[in-house]
């Protein structure tokens, strides 16, 4: 007894020639998973287990296998039908979309927002606010600020556009008094002078480019020496 005290205690000088000797002890792995299996089980009834657990993990590897063969497949048609990646995930977020709107989870939580909101819209507290705006709002506009308020915006436009409106009529009947007054006319009729003068003037002009003075009785002569 003392020397496994003395093999256990850590502060002993020996205490390494333990974990040397179980290091070197070979250890059976399936003898340690048989020890280790649930209570219980018989001995031919792990074998069975353990036999059918290598089955599924082998069908898991070819369905692995089969699995990358399709998506590689799968992958060569969309780049023959020139889908680009872009496409697909835009088709992988509407269908995960579908599938959060048809969730369970989805649809009980927007049946509990309805709810929630049938209670709020429903209770005394919401209706008696409701009740106590449309009152405060009736009362505004029934008061009598309100009201002079509102003559005093309506008369204030009526005033803006009326004088507005005779505005225009004194420009208007400014502009006829200007046109019929003698001054007016006056320059009109100067203008109208001067206008007169130099049409005449240009026909003149062209007149004389045209026939030149004298030309028809002093024909040119004909200077050869011939």
């Known amino acids: 007894m003392e020397s496994a005290s003395q093999d256990i205690n850590l502060n002993s000088p020996n205490k390494g020639l ?24 018989t001995l031919a009834e792990e074998e069975e287990l353990r036999s059918e657990l290598a089955k599924v993990e082998e069908e898991i590897g070819t369905l692995r296998q089969v699995l990358a063969a399709k998506e590689r497949h799968c992958g060569e048609l969309k780049r ?22 048809v969730s369970t989870a989805y649809v009980k939580t927007s049946e509990k927002l309805g709810e929630w909101n049938d209670k709020v819209t429903q209770s005394d507290l919401y209706l008696s606010a409701s009740s106590t705006l449309e009152d405060w ?37 400014k502009l006829g008094d200007m046109r019929n007054s003698a001054t007016f006319k006056s320059f ?14 240009r026909e003149n002009s062209t007149d004389g480019l045209h026939s030149p003075s004298g030309a028809g009785d002093n024909p040119p002569q004909d200077n050869a020496p011939f």
């Open 80 to 101: 023959k039908l020139g889908l680009t990646p872009l496409d697909g995930l835009k088709q992988n977020l509407s269908k995960s979309w579908h599938d959060v709107q």
């Open 18 to 41: 333990l974990s040397d000797a179980m290091t070197d002890v070979p250890v059976d792995s399936a003898a340690s998973a048989r020890t280790a299996a649930p209570e219980g089980l």
């Open 188 to 201: 009109e009729d100067r203008v109208g002078t001067i206008k007169s003068r130099v049409v005449g003037s």
């Open 137 to 173: 709002n009736e009362k505004l506009t029934q008061s009598e600020a309100y009201k002079k308020t509102q003559e005093t915006l309506s008369q204030a436009g009526q005033k803006t556009s009326a004088a507005l409106s005779n505005v225009g009529s004194v420009i208007s009947r």
